[in-house]
């Protein structure tokens, strides 16, 4: 650390380096990774240009797991019951997660955990939502969802699409909950199919939404798109 004005100590950025550095690479080579996201247990979890999902372990760099989607997966966010995923055919997947044992979470702290996610041929996919709209004068592609954000208080998901459009869609994400995981466990929960409106808020980007971030405690957001423009909102 160095010591700044008033005597507050700042990292020194510019002499920190990696002890180790891990890389995965696919079997397939024709296979492209595309977005991932982290969960709390050493694991990431991969889109891929082809119709599956993959899980790979950081601390290994091996492959744990492949899950078959109906179509390419675009983008991808973790809530703490859901692994949300959207699809190229235009359609948003809930997956169902299971979170370690809690005897496996509360002891040893190196003990391997891991997160099983669910996928549609293990009947894991809890919920799904439509986006329904089309591309072209011909309308026989669907647009999709290329970028998803949950807001803070994790109450709206706020999408960017492969055509620039900017919205949000009002769905709270489920907290978990070892009482609820019980009772549905006791019995078989249907699939829910979610008629909530997609709520747009413009086109603003004239190609696909590549990234969104809050801009830390204010009110704006920032949005990346392949146009090569960066909006603040």
């Not at 696919?26 to 990431?44: F, G, K, M, Q, S």
């Not at 899980?55 to 997966?73: D, M």
């Not at 055919?89 to 979470?105: A, D, H, N, S, Y």
């Not at 003990?111 to 709209?133: R, T």
Request: net charge negative; hydrophobic share 35%; aromatic share 8%.
């Amino acid at each position: 650390y160095q010591e700044a004005v008033g005597g507050e100590q700042l990292p020194r950025l510019r002499e920190a380096f990696r002890l180790e550095c891990n890389q995965f690479k696919p079997e397939d080579t024709e296979l492209t990774l595309t977005r991932a996201t982290w969960d709390p247990y050493h694991r990431i979890h991969v889109c891929t240009d082809k119709a599956q999902l993959l899980t790979v372990n950081t601390k290994t760099a091996e492959l744990e797991g492949t899950i078959a989607l109906s179509s390419r997966p675009c983008t991808l966010v973790l809530t703490q019951k859901h692994l949300i995923v959207s699809l190229e055919e235009g359609m948003l997947q809930w997956l169902k997660l299971e979170v370690p044992p809690e005897m496996v979470v509360a002891g040893d702290k190196d003990a391997d955990q891991s997160l099983k996610i669910f996928g549609p041929d293990e009947d894991g996919v809890e919920q799904e939502w439509a986006f329904g709209k089309t591309i072209g004068e011909s309308e026989d592609l669907n647009d999709y969802i290329s970028y998803l954000h949950y807001s803070r208080l994790h109450k709206v998901l706020v999408c960017g699409t492969e055509t620039g459009i900017f919205g949000k869609l009002e769905v709270e994400a489920e907290a978990f909950s070892e009482e609820d995981e019980e009772e549905e466990a006791a019995q078989q929960k249907e699939k829910k199919t979610l008629q909530d409106p997609f709520i747009e808020l413009g086109r603003f980007h004239t190609q696909r939404v590549t990234g969104l971030r809050e801009l830390g405690d204010t009110t704006q957001l920032v949005t990346t798109s392949d146009d090569h423009y960066l909006s603040v909102w």
